[in-house]
């Protein structure tokens, strides 16, 4: 699979091997330059400061750096050439043999390869159940975090990945889903309609199951953190209690008591 995959962007990778620091080096050199890998930064990018002295001038601001330094071009040539390399919509299944339909999520491209399955995480943007825009990079990231993240929590749970052939691309175990979303919060925040927040202010004292107080404030952690599930939709997930989640027959109570454990100790291990 990873000699037919290949790479799907082989160009779209940034190469930013160090920062210097302006102590570190007596005589940087002020510019960048291509290369086969990408973009080299020679120039050393400052920290701001909120004081200065005679022997330690106010340095600028990494922002201003980036507004006015000697790379700016450069920079900006880069990111206006990604454009045109956004993986925005992909048909392997039309090249590939061994792939047989394709499933076209919000940002995530599905491809049935039998007992597995191969995800795409392209460069769509979603937010508020719709696709926004394209964003260079932003499918790489989203993989390689994803993946980083499994690594990291197999010692909590098990998971479905196989491999991993391209920067964009998991191929994992294919397996029987649940049809609820599991989402912990720690917080009291968040501006979409389903958000903790947003549900409080507008009266809310029961939420998926939670008893809320009363005198809570925005942004303010929770005493412990709480799980307020969600059905998985195509076009909009609908909270939901526990108790619900059993007595419509979407999970078993063994199963949703397993599932919301191993959640609930995900959550608190990213903390």
């Not at 007596?26 to 080299?40: D, L």
Request: hydrophobic share 35%; proline share 6%.
């Amino acid at each position: 699979m990873a000699v037919v995959v290949g790479c799907l962007n082989p160009s779209k990778t940034l190469y930013k091997p160090k920062l210097l620091s302006p102590f570190s080096s007596s005589n940087p050199i002020p510019n960048c330059y291509y290369c086969k890998q990408g973009i080299k930064f020679n120039t050393p990018i400052y920290a701001s400061s909120s004081m200065s002295t005679p022997n330690r001038p106010l340095h600028a601001s990494t922002i201003d750096v980036l507004n006015k330094g000697y790379h700016n071009q450069e920079l900006l040539q880069a990111i206006q050439g990604s454009f045109s390399n956004c993986l925005s919509e992909t048909d392997l299944h039309l090249t590939i043999p061994g792939l047989n339909s394709k499933t076209r999520g919000k940002v995530r491209d599905i491809y049935d390869g039998g007992d597995f399955l191969v995800l795409v995480t392209t460069d769509r943007q979603s937010a508020f159940d719709r696709v926004l825009a394209s964003i260079p990079f932003k499918g790489q990231v989203l993989n390689e975090t994803s993946l980083w993240w499994f690594d990291q929590t197999r010692h909590i749970t098990s998971n479905a990945v196989l491999s991993a052939p391209d920067k964009n691309v998991t191929i994992a175990k294919k397996c029987t889903i649940f049809p609820v979303e599991f989402v912990v919060r720690g917080f009291v925040t968040g501006s979409t309609d389903t958000s903790l927040w947003t549900v409080y202010k507008n009266g809310v004292r029961n939420y998926c199951g939670n008893a809320l107080p009363d005198g809570l404030v925005k942004n303010q952690r929770l005493e412990r953190n709480i799980l307020t599930p969600t059905t998985k939709a195509v076009d909009h997930d609908v909270p939901i209690a526990p108790l619900e989640i059993i007595e419509q027959g979407l999970m078993t109570k063994a199963d949703f008591d397993e599932v919301s454990s191993k959640a609930l100790s995900l959550f608190d291990y990213g903390q």
